[in-house]
């Protein structure tokens, strides 16, 4: 519990590198009780500033309570709660302020990695069998090897007209964070009108912006997608709403 805790206080302080970071969001999405207590210790951070509003005591007393029956073991441990957290905020708040937990670069960071998630392989099972270098792309790509996939896609595309190769290795870029490579790719696969990877190039073109923060042209796409139908449509609207 001390080292969760600790790990939550090194994360809402910008303690951690990006590797770390990462794992951690991760690791907030797949456990709920981390998620919630991610979430409350946020909610105490910020109410610090706000003088602990009656919204957020109201939270921590439904959660304490969940803990113990015993009301006055519920009314200490809150307490303790409290304080501790009250003085990890202070400090907090003192060397940065409330703003940093609410800028836009926290809020972007969050956004991608709830949106982007690696494309799935389409080619055909048949074409792969067929050639031992298009296995092997996909094989490193599958197992997260990402180095190793966009090197072998590169390879790929230097043998073939075949316009996926570019579409995954840009994939490979976005895992990697070279945002302006992925950005390239991109754009080189829209413009090559393979109907099997337009749509898909262009949503992730859009997460590439929103990556790098470029929100006026992440935006731009986003309506672009979101103004007729498809499988990115419904995506597009809801991060439209929640960049503005």
């Known amino acids: 519990m001390k080292d969760r805790q600790e790990t939550i206080e090194r994360y809402l302080m910008n303690r951690m590198d990006e590797g770390e970071r990462s794992d951690f969001e991760k690791s907030v999405g797949e456990d709920p009780d981390l998620a919630e207590a991610l979430a409350l210790q946020r909610d105490l951070m910020i109410g610090i500033q706000s003088h602990f509003d009656q919204a957020l005591k109201e939270k921590l007393q439904a959660s304490s309570k969940s803990e113990s029956n015993d009301q006055a073991k519920v009314v200490k441990m809150q307490s303790k709660v409290i304080w ?23 809020k972007t960071d969050r956004l991608y990695a709830h949106y982007f998630e690696s494309f799935p392989n389409i080619v055909e099972f048949q074409q792969r069998d067929e050639q031992t270098n298009l296995s092997e792309a996909f ?28 579409f995954y290795r840009a994939i490979c870029q976005m895992n990697l964070t070279d945002y302006q490579q992925a950005e390239e790719g991109f754009m080189e696969v829209i413009s090559s009108g393979d109907s099997r990877f337009v749509a898909p190039a262009t949503w992730y073109l859009a997460l590439t912006y929103l990556a790098q923060e470029e929100l006026t042209r992440c935006r731009e796409i986003l309506i672009e997608i979101s103004s007729s139908p498809g499988n990115y449509r419904d995506d597009a609207l809801n991060l439209l709403e929640e960049i503005e």
Do not use: C, H, T
């Not at 090897?145 to 043998?159: N, Y």
């Open 84 to 106: 501790r957290w009250a003085s990890a905020a202070a400090l907090a708040l003192a060397l940065v302020g409330v703003f940093y937990f609410m800028n836009q670069g926290d």
């Open 139 to 166: 094989f490193f790509y599958q197992n997260g090897d990402w180095e190793g996939a966009a090197a072998a896609f590169d390879g790929l595309q230097s043998q073939s007209d075949e316009i996926y190769p570019v």
